[in-house]
């Protein structure tokens, strides 16, 4: 860990029994960074079986998810939060194989804000594809074209238990200023939402910024659909 402080929790329920979440948070106002010998360190708490794996803001080495995706107590994981932990520099081959290996057992993943690019996309969707219990999945945030985000949805047709899903909006309707330009997002956001009915019927599933400029609406809230949409 490098330029920060790491908060991590380890939730034991009491001093014999098996941990079942770990979360590292960098601090979002420093420039920390993930380094290589991070999970070195939580190599004890990796021993066990996990349900809930938390890290945030900062950035992965590649070998650090390649240790990821080799620990045998992560192979059980109902729910993988990455949340702006930019990944736009590495393979995300390993990130897959994880996704691959907890197909089974995963329920919620969060992948909002990762940077994520599109030419990195293809590594991820055959383990995607195939998290048959994924109920949400956060994907906002990222850098994706519409080409990509048909891609993308086209391979959650399989994942019917989806109950709450976010996306970002496609690069070809973003401005100079990296904002939304509207008249061209809306009928791109309708291409997609085509794309999507056309292999399952979303429930609740945001495209674009949130919360919604046009009603005010995000993602935490109970909606039946983003009406936006």
Not at 1 to 6: E, F, L, Y
Not at 107 to 128: M, V
Not at 162 to 189: D, K, M
């Amino acid at each position: 860990m490098k330029g920060g402080k790491a908060h991590q929790t380890c939730p034991f329920h009491n001093r014999t029994s098996v941990l079942t979440g770990l979360v590292i948070t960098n601090d979002p106002v420093s420039d920390s960074l993930f380094v290589k010998g991070c999970f070195e360190l939580q190599e004890r708490c990796l021993q066990n079986p996990l349900e809930n794996l938390e890290l945030t803001y900062g950035y992965l080495l590649e070998e650090d998810m390649k240790c990821l995706s080799q620990y045998p107590s992560l192979g059980y994981l109902k729910h993988l939060n990455l949340s702006y932990v930019l990944l736009f520099r590495i393979s995300l081959e390993p990130l897959g194989a994880l996704l691959e290996k907890i197909a089974a057992s995963l329920k919620t993943l969060i992948l909002e804000g990762c940077q994520i690019h599109y030419s990195q996309l293809s590594a991820i969707l055959p383990g995607l594809s195939r998290c048959s219990q994924l109920t949400t999945f956060y994907f906002g945030r990222n850098c994706m074209s519409i080409d990509a985000l048909k891609d993308l949805l086209r391979h959650t047709s399989g994942l019917s238990k989806l109950s709450l899903e976010t996306y970002p909006a496609p690069e070809e309707s973003l401005n100079s200023l990296v904002r939304v330009n509207w008249e061209i997002f809306t009928p791109l956001r309708a291409e997609l939402m085509c794309t999507l009915r056309e292999v399952r019927q979303p429930k609740r599933i945001f495209i674009g910024p949130t919360p919604c400029p046009s009603c005010g609406s995000s993602p935490s809230e109970e909606l039946e659909l983003h009406l936006c949409c």
